[in-house]
């Protein structure tokens, strides 16, 4: 019984523990990384590129998706980009497709949902 009463005690204590030490997303400033950018996109007959660079105040993590509308058909492509404070990251993207006719691509920050930088073409 001893025994009980002291594991819950412990484990109680490291809960505690936890709480206390481990810090939130708002108090350690993740909440506030913003990013700004810009992208372009192009299109040939057989594929669409998408060039551009973002910068970030904080480690942010970038999602470019790209869709292209080729031969009647629409695709998409996403990929994650790592970003470190205030260090410019290079997008550069190419999705190969014959008879590509319209192409648009985003970066978003994942973290907060928010458009960095978007862009069409056709």
């Known amino acids: 019984m001893t025994r009980s009463i002291a594991r819950t005690a412990m484990f109680a204590?490291?809960?505690a523990l936890t709480a206390v030490v481990t810090p939130s997303a708002h108090a350690s400033g993740l909440a506030s990384v913003s990013c700004s950018g810009s992208t372009k996109t192009t299109?040939?007959?057989?594929?669409?590129?998408?060039?551009?660079?973002v910068t970030c105040?904080?480690?942010?993590?970038?999602?470019?998706?790209?869709t292209v509308?080729?031969?009647?058909?629409?695709?998409?492509?996403?990929?994650?980009?790592?970003?470190?404070p205030n260090q410019s990251v290079a997008i550069g993207s190419t999705v190969s497709?014959?008879?590509?006719?319209?192409?648009?691509?985003?970066?978003?920050?994942?973290?907060?949902?928010a458009t960095v930088a978007a862009s069409c073409s056709t």
């Open 13 to 15: 204590c490291v809960f």
């Open 43 to 53: 299109v040939t007959t057989s594929g669409a590129t998408t060039t551009g660079t």
């Open 57 to 66: 105040n904080g480690v942010a993590t970038l999602k470019l998706t790209t």
């Open 69 to 84: 509308d080729a031969a009647g058909l629409t695709t998409t492509v996403t990929s994650l980009i790592p970003a470190l």
């Open 97 to 113: 497709a014959a008879g590509v006719t319209a192409a648009c691509s985003s970066v978003v920050q994942v973290g907060t949902g």
